[in-house]
């Protein structure tokens, strides 16, 4: 009799956003003529711009005829696409990444999920914590987790690094080295930065140590303020050391569309190993490349058209963040993010753990949050609020909290 | 420092498919003038059809309207393709299959390499020899296949099980019992089929020994022949035993469109757990679903005229099937496949290897196709021809072989 993956066992509940919509669902069935507001889950809700719908409707177009016909993609992506990205992210930043160390995905979701298989089982991972909950959950089913510790709400071999108000939601460098070490900034959920200062802290820290930092930029294209880096690789010695994973779903929109890319500098190497080697060979063996129409459209993120067009929609959502810091502010609360990033974090009012002011939200002001403790113990008494709605729904939200 | 995952570094050389293609660009950069033809690769080369090209167009004007934009999709995939995958694919077939049992994925590639994720390390895994090398591969980098004996070229932990001439490429019911079984019908790459009845056998081998079949049935739409199963969940007991893979990539061409799905009926348990469950978690937290227009033209197969328009693909590649069927016989090979499936599997000629005859079929030829051993042990002396090449390109490079 075969046996189960048994790290799958320890995982814990469900996904914090389906726990969510379990909520949300209840309370709309038993409510049906509240209108609910959701600022909780990370998804856009503007249309992609109009330089990359021609960009698809061309693909298409290409994809109807046997001689522009496009089948099986390049292992690693499409030149046009990795060339765009090397130029555009890297190049014109005085970053070194040349496009034959970029590998085109269907997410950055897949690809923080996935990369983690590349390094030993008994590689020691530290997190922020609050984090992004697919870099422990993946950890935790490839067995580096150890057990959960129900008391502390938290797993025994994972190094949690607290990001808390008191050292402005940036973690320290632990006392224990890690292996692997997850850092996203601009942050997901907490929405702050670091410098680059204190990042080139990291790189100098991982290569003294030989650990490898995972690199989570999902969101450099909120970055408003001078000083926040863009890319590890903006820091001198990160192509020794570090990983970076990129997404075309919130700048560009692409939830629904999946295009992502990670960089692996080749002289990346751990025991005479290059990282970039295994990844394109996973890459190559568990994965068939990213749409031809989808290159395209990321493609097109690309051209000067495309650029301005991404940079409106930037400013869409950083319109909201705005109406989001001024009006909980207004309304007394304490809050931080928002301003390089499309998240907003805020303290909950006193006497509030993090779900239960999740529910008093939904109920009381049917507006959708997330909270704060579904990403680490380290959010308990927080709640997330992301800039990603539609204008308007986003004034009435604010609206209605501040009437709570 | 960090350990990279030691069993990437058992891999054997790299992907059957890099190897050929590095030999097709040496000789084709020392013989710029020759004129090769590619039937070894399982690309298809006819475009996408018109029912398709329709529904991508409307879905990528849906994303360009903030009113009809989809942001992410839901985990296991659209209900709208679920509904019509369960509809035509099974309960039309007579298969008890529902569309919650149904997760959308970006290929059955990707669900090959990844489905083993959910089953213990210790898993005693079965496949053909020949085989698609994703199953071998992707179980050497999860640890299970042991060292690779090089006297014999198999890995000493999995059970091989030969398709030979003798068995009439359909293997027998191994002595030592499996946990995890890989079959593959139509097969690639011989070709072969199995009728509902052996099908019936193997599902009860799986019952009564607690093993599981991941049944890769991609090719089902090829089939043409009376008693060939097109689905395992046409046998009796199958929804407690075994997990189904399959593909839009042959049968409608989205070989650079990327989709497919897997079905694990919820009967589905292993140790009380139920597989359907696991996968949805890894669903869940290592992938974040197809893009919204490939799963509208997903939809779009299964429209009336997307139907016919599927079937007139078929026939059209079928029709080269037959050509190189025809030619190899009249040339004097003893050839198999091609009737139920897209593949020929031919006897390479006495005195020559598989890539003996690759290199041959290349220079003197200039046609390329798959040579048999790289496919495993028991396909040494054979070589794989498809049926996916245009029908000029096909018919001239049977002339070409006839002249050999």
Redesign the interface.
């Known amino acids: ?6 790290n ?2 320890k ?1 814990r509940g469900s ?1 914090l956003f ?1 726990e969510i919509a379990k909520r949300v669902n209840a309370y709309s069935a038993a409510n049906p003529d509240k209108k609910i507001i959701r600022l909780g ?1 990370g ?6 711009s ?1 330089s990359v ?1 021609k960009a ?2 061309a693909a ?2 290409e ?4 001689s522009t ?5 390049p292992d690693l992506g499409y030149e046009f696409l990795r060339n765009a990205i090397a130029k555009n992210d890297y190049v014109d930043r005085g970053c070194d990444i040349s496009p034959d160390e970029i590998f085109v995905s ?2 950055a ?2 690809d923080c ?2 990369i983690q ?7 020691k991972v530290a997190v922020c914590d609050p984090v992004y ?2 870099y422990v ?2 950890n935790v ?1 490839a067995g580096r987790a150890g057990d959960f510790d129900e008391a502390l709400g938290l797993w025994n071999r994972i190094i949690y690094m607290p990001c808390t108000k008191d050292n402005g939601f940036a973690p320290a460098l632990p006392a224990e080295v890690p ?2 070490i997850y850092l996203c900034f601009p942050n997901n959920p907490t929405g702050a930065t670091i410098t680059k200062a204190q990042l080139q802290e990291w790189v100098d820290y991982a290569n003294k ?4 930092i995972l690199y989570d930029a999902a969101y450099e294209a909120y970055i408003s303020e001078e000083d926040v880096p863009h890319s590890i690789y903006e820091c001198e010695g990160a192509k020794e050391c570090a990983i970076e994973l990129r997404s075309f779903s919130k700048n560009a ?1 692409f ?4 295009l992502g890319f990670t960089v692996i500098p080749k002289e990346l190497k ?2 005479g ?1 290059a ?1 970039h080697g ?1 990844w394109a ?2 890459h ?11 290159q395209r459209a990321g493609e097109a993120v690309y051209s000067e058209s495309g650029k301005a067009e991404t940079k409106e929609q930037i400013a869409y959502y950083m319109k909201n963040a705005k109406t989001i810091l001024d009006g909980l502010k207004a309304a007394g609360y304490e809050v931080s993010g928002g301003v390089n990033a499309p998240y907003i974090w805020l303290k909950t009012p006193e006497g509030l753990n993090s779900w239960e002011f999740f529910d008093e939200l939904l109920t009381k002001a049917n507006v959708v949050g997330t909270p704060g403790v579904g990403f680490g113990p380290s959010g308990e008494g927080y709640f997330r609020l992301t800039a990603f709605g ?1 204008h308007e729904a986003t004034a009435e939200a604010l609206e209605r909290i501040k009437n709570l």
């Not at 994809?63 to 046997?66: F, G, K, Q, R, W």
């Not at 298989?117 to 590689?123: K, L, P, T, V």
């Not at 140590?209 to 490898?212: A, D, L, Q, R, T």
């Open positions: 009799m075969i046996n189960v993956n048994e799958y066992l995982l996904y389906s889950i998804d856009v809700t503007q249309p992609l109009p719908i698809l409707h298409v177009d994809m109807a005829d046997a016909f496009r089948g099986y993609a269907d997410g979701k897949c999920g996935n298989e590349i390094f030993g089982s008994d590689a909950p697919v959950d993946t089913m292996d692997l140590n030989g650990s490898v929109g939830t629904g569309l999946r751990r025991g190993t990282l295994l060979r996973r190559g063996t568990k994965y068939n490349g990213a749409p031809y129409i989808v539609q």
